[in-house]
């Protein structure tokens, strides 16, 4: 049985029929900075990813922390106190905004969600949330009602309502927290999974205000824009401080699932913190830690956020020349290296997709708006492998039918 027919016998046929249409017939072996080695010896330029892997695969610093780490400590025996976790907790603490002093950890974007949602009940008393449309916050039971397009999908049902608001409709956010029955009100920056959909920040300070106004606590779920993707420290926390912080994904450093709630402890209150309901068996470990606090280190650099900067305009650039013209693509956008180009159809996006992995070039679509590519390279790639990688993703293009020519009276 080869490795492809394997695989679907273990996860499912749908995906080993995914790597089929894309020649990905061997499995994934070795990975270093931009580039993923297959056991054939075949390499790929990864573009995707999910947003973990801003630092590149096996960042040189990174691991050398974890390959100490594991010769001391792995996980936690949660009796004492873990000199590491405290660490990466103070790290965090020193880069979020005035006041969000106090930090609980979680191993993934989506417990960390649902941690703020227990946070946030347990604080204000009350059992309803809002989110914004388009917005994307996790698989898990509770996260999947924040996320619009995905609420209809879980099968737990929530004991009150979720409201979706558009960011710019003021006055029906200010009429659903009015009437004081919301704990939280949670927003993406950035709306990745919706389409790569930046969020403006003066939308953000107004709903804040909102929030305050009517002791709604305003949560920032920074698991995609924050610790450098957009090109600074977090998208909007520092410019739109909220109550709660959430982060994840490149908190992990590319190596293991670590995730965090950055929070106002005096804002909160006590019982948010009750640590019954935010225990964990695996969060807060050693290794996790001493990851975390490199990290933070890592991409607060002022070098490392300037070529964010820099190769995410040099990137949409290049695409938009290549592709703007086009009528197949309508958009390119986004902001430091988190880039969407926003297709005509899903359908051109998924045929990009499987030409650009036939040529060597691995990217995705977003989830809850697959018209939409999701290009995220990693921040330690080089000038000459990005151009490489958007040009064949400029190619794979050319594999995709033209549009139809509207027909003249």
């Not at 792995?74 to 020193?94: D, H, M, Q, V, W």
């Not at 949330?129 to 509770?142: N, Q, V």
């Not at 305050?212 to 305003?218: A, I, N, V, Y």
């Not at 197949?328 to 290296?337: A, F, H, K, P, S």
């Amino acid at each position: 049985m080869g490795f492809v027919e394997r695989y679907g016998a273990a996860f499912g046929r749908s995906k080993a029929m995914l790597l089929r249409m894309s020649g990905l017939l061997a499995a994934e072996q070795e990975a270093e900075g931009a580039w993923i080695s297959d056991t054939e010896g075949r390499r790929w330029l990864d573009f995707g990813s999910f947003g973990v892997h801003l630092a590149g695969h096996r960042h040189p610093r990174i691991t050398a922390a974890a390959r100490d780490q594991l010769g001391r400590m792995g996980l936690s025996g949660k009796i004492l106190g873990n000199a590491e976790a405290t660490r990466c907790a103070e790290a965090l603490i020193g880069v979020a905004p005035p006041g969000l002093d106090q930090v609980a950890f979680a191993n993934t974007g989506a417990e960390a969600v649902e941690m703020a949602m227990k946070m946030a009940a347990l604080s204000t008393g009350r059992a309803e949330f809002a989110a914004l449309r388009g917005s994307y916050h996790g698989k898990t039971a509770g996260a999947l009602h924040l996320s619009d397009t995905y609420a209809v999908r879980s099968p737990v049902p929530l004991a009150a309502p979720v409201h979706f608001l558009d960011p710019g409709d003021l006055d029906r956010a200010r009429r659903v927290l009015a009437r004081g029955t919301v704990a939280a009100l949670f927003a993406e920056p950035v709306r990745g999974e919706g389409g790569v959909l930046p969020v403006e920040q003066t939308h953000l300070a107004a709903l804040r205000e909102i929030c305050r106004e009517t002791g709604t606590l305003f949560v920032l779920d920074e698991i995609q824009t924050g610790l450098g993707r957009c090109g600074r420290i977090w998208r909007s926390a520092l410019a739109v401080p909220p109550d709660l912080l959430l982060v994840g994904k490149v908190l992990g450093g590319g190596l293991l699932p670590v995730a965090a709630v950055v929070h106002s402890g005096t804002r909160l209150g006590g019982a948010a913190g009750d640590p019954v309901v935010l225990a964990s068996s695996f969060a807060g470990g050693a290794l996790a830690g001493r990851v975390g606090a490199e990290v933070v280190d890592l991409v607060r650099q002022d070098t490392f956020l300037d070529d964010v900067t820099r190769l995410g305009a040099a990137a949409r650039q290049r695409l938009d020349a290549a592709l703007g013209a086009d009528p197949r693509i309508r958009e390119v956008r986004g902001e430091g290296l988190m880039i969407g180009v926003e297709t005509a159809s899903p359908g051109i996006a998924g045929q990009i997709v499987l030409e650009a992995a036939k040529q060597g070039v691995l990217v995705s679509f977003c989830l809850s708006a697959p018209q939409v590519l999701r290009i995220y390279p990693p921040a330690v790639i080089g000038r000459g492998d990005l151009d490489r990688g958007l040009d064949t993703i400029a190619a794979a293009l050319t594999a995709v039918p033209e549009l139809p020519v509207p027909a003249t009276t």
